[in-house]
């Protein structure tokens, strides 16, 4: 199109002034046009899936493959769940099974208070350990084994740290200490042979120095195969358990405290055979993960096109206004032709294709990234039910939610960076001062963890009642400090924040009832008045057809 300006500038004083007005006049209608086109154009894009139906016949594509994708991620995010269940299950136990095995006198829940007081209990405790490890293939219920490093089997290590030098007199308030921590090691091969007797300190060269002792760790690999995912035709998974038992005496306070860390790995079987027809369910299962990644990809594709389509929109709109109108098109209304909700379906068919990917790779033990995998999944199924909203939104009754929300979040953002102050501060503070007397502040996590609970009005009573009073001043102090929290963040922070979310909501209520302020964008779109049906937004290769007009109205327009 030419520019209006030149065609004028281009009628000189010879030429014929009828020939003059006409090109003035060819010009504004070709403006004119060029407007009431963008202006269609603008009004189709924003349209909802019924309404783009209505005007060009589009069959909302986007929608329902975005319903196919509930029901099959959801599905696949169900049938990964049960089968990670199994995994999380069969480790927790072996964990718990291995703390009755190799921790003399343990009973569950006694992991906090689980210590010794003598040196013939450490000794006893130590020794147990051993022989419950020499012994393990004739004691354990489960198919425990040791790991091999080729032909061998991997030793047990036991390991004593302890301060290279130290003469400790408490008597006499002396002492002479050389920091330096040295670790002796003494290996136990699994062949060595009990006959029918316990091992003790008159067969082995230990012996522990306690004054100078820091910590005792016996250290083991062994080696298990997860045999209950038979039964829900999963190929089993081969588990190495990597297990230390640590006798921690840093504190030098007379108890000993002793845990067992077990690390686990999983890893593929070398050789299996499984009779039955396992192997055909697993092939199911991944052609219907394969399927889920097709339709994800699709989606993907789909959405990838609309945001492009938006930005290439938005500049045609931006360099019409500047050009014509010689104004600049503020950031809100340019922001609204990138749509946020194809955005975060964009996200989540990346993380359900990685996460379905990583599926298959585990069905066909070629990984086992069970965590990674769920987190993958997990995310984008959240997301995927997210993106739904986005076509409620389309109907006024149902987007009232959407609309208080996007209305709010700047202030909300704005006031939780003001209340965030505020709650730091009481954070380090109640750490410094109450955490060696109350359990709940020993940790800046466990600070942060326990005041959330009490702005929820949780274990109130708990947090209290737990705070020692060896220190009146300190144990007074606490009164203050939780009372004044409490107080400020029950009634003041919590009841403005819902005051802020309240406003917003009748002011969007109140915006539905009466019409939301229009922006220039909006304006500049309200001047078509164009139904959706009246024929004038199908394309000119599409008004010949006769295969998208679904309606009567449709083809007495075209």
Known sequence: ??????????CSAHDDENLCSYKRHSSVSQEALLEDQLRRKLKFFFMNPCEKFWARGRKPWKLGIQLLKIVMVTVQLVVFGLSNQMVVAFKEENTVAFKHL???????????????????????????????????????????????????????????????????????????????????????????????????????????????LVAVQLMFNLKAINLQTVRHHELPDCYDFTLRIVFDNKAHSGRIKISLDNDIAIRECKDWHVS???????????????????????????????????????????????????????????????????????????????????KMEIQAKSLTSYDVCSILLGISTMLVWLGVIRYLGFFQKYNLLILTLRAALPNVMRFCCCAAMIYLGYCFCGWIVLGPYHVKFRTLNMVSECLFSLINGDDMFATFAQMQQKSYLVWLFSRIYLYSFISLFIYMVLSLFIALITDTYE????????????TELQKFISQCKDSPNSGKYRLEEESSASLFCCCNGCSGHI
């Not at 014509?324 to 946020?340: A, L």
């Not at 002011?507 to 229009?518: A, L």
């Open 1 to 10: 199109m030419e520019n209006p300006e030149v065609a004028v500038s281009s």
């Open 102 to 212: 190799f921790l003399k006198g343990y009973m569950d829940r006694m992991d906090d208070t689980y210590a010794v007081y003598t040196q013939t209990d450490v000794y006893d405790q130590i020794f147990f350990a051993i022989n419950q490890y020499l012994q393990l293939p004739n004691i354990s219920v489960g198919n425990h084994a040791y790991e091999k490093r080729g032909a061998e089997e991997t030793p047990l290590a036991v390991c004593q740290q302890f301060y290279k030098r130290g003469i400790i007199c408490p008597g006499n308030d002396t002492f002479d200490i050389d920091p330096e921590i040295v670790t002796d090691c003494l290996y136990i091969e699994p062949t060595t042979s009990l006959h029918n007797a316990t091992m003790g300190k008159h067969n082995l060269n230990f012996t522990l120095d306690f004054p100078r």
């Open 276 to 358: 039955g027809s396992i192997q055909k369910n697993t092939h199911y299962m991944m052609i219907f993960d394969a399927f889920v990644i097709l339709t994800c990809l699709t989606s993907l594709i789909l959405c990838t096109r609309s945001v492009i389509k938006g930005i290439w929109l938005q500049r045609e709109f931006v360099s019409f206004f500047l050009n014509y109108y010689k104004k600049e098109v503020s950031f809100n209304d340019q922001m609204e032709f990138v749509n946020g909700w194809y955005i975060l379906i964009i996200v989540s068919d990346v993380l359900t294709i990685v996460g379905s990917t990583l």
């Open 507 to 518: 002011t969007v209520k109140h915006y539905q009832q009466d019409g939301f302020p229009e």
